[in-house]
């Protein structure tokens, strides 16, 4: 089945540090990819819509300059947290459509301290 | 614009016994998509059945089954033989018509314990 590698799997940053976080199909190409945010005891909140070769889409309240997103190619899209904040320690998940449905990262926990 | 509601924030079940999860969901829509995936502790997001709303028949993977009510929008999972590894939350999630948008829409999520 389709499989979707998402980087680092958890990070510790400092406060005003960027880290970036890597959502890979390895299977299959991802013309489309979605980076969620999950609260503990929480669902998924859609942060943005990645399209190859395009701007990302956000979703209202998103800052798309806290949240870079690049899909540079059609098997990785990536999520930038610019100049971290404790407030944005938060669990992070990326989703690719596949042929069939959409398959998910594992993925990544940040922390930032 | 389209909602998804599951009522049930815990439900538990009894190993080897049957439990249904309810979830309701609007739209105007007549040709979409249901899923339901599953999040163990590991977080691992794991798509457990999916159905097509044009398609009348209810989907089935091995002991999961959908009881899928287009009329009443109403999408229940039904475990069956329950294990303690179904332990985990539970999202029920709508997506649109093709040549829309793709994004998924999530309920709120149901949390099962399997008792041994």
């Known amino acids: 089945g389709a499989v979707v590698s998402q980087h680092p799997s958890w990070v510790i940053c400092k406060s005003g540090t960027s880290v970036k976080i890597e959502c890979r199909s390895l299977?299959?190409?991802?013309?489309?990819m979605f980076w969620y945010r999950q609260f503990p005891k929480q669902s998924l909140m859609l942060m943005a819509t990645s399209n190859e070769g395009s701007k990302a889409t956000y979703e209202q309240g998103v800052e798309k300059d806290k949240f870079l997103i690049n899909h540079a190619s059609l098997t990785l899209s990536t999520l930038t947290v610019t100049s971290a904040h404790p407030e944005d320690s938060s669990f992070y998940i990326c989703s690719a459509r596949d042929h069939y449905g959409y398959t998910f990262g594992s993925g990544t926990r940040l922390t930032v301290v | 614009a389209q909602t998804v509601t599951q009522s049930q924030p815990e439900m538990s079940v009894q190993e080897a016994e049957t439990v249904t999860l309810s979830c309701t969901y609007d739209t105007s829509e007549s040709d979409y998509y249901l899923f339901w995936y599953k999040q163990p502790p590991s977080r691992q997001m794991i798509l457990v059945i999916r159905?097509?709303?044009?398609?009348?028949q209810n989907a089935t993977e091995n002991r999961f089954s959908v009881n899928f009510q287009k009329a009443a929008k109403s999408f229940s999972l039904k475990i069956s033989d329950s294990q303690l590894g179904d332990a985990a939350m539970y999202f029920c999630a709508y997506r649109g018509p093709q040549g829309g948008s793709e994004k998924l829409v999530f309920g709120k999520g149901t949390k099962l314990t399997v008792n041994p």
């Open positions: 159905q097509e709303a044009y398609k009348q």
């Open positions: 299977d299959f190409q991802a013309t489309t």
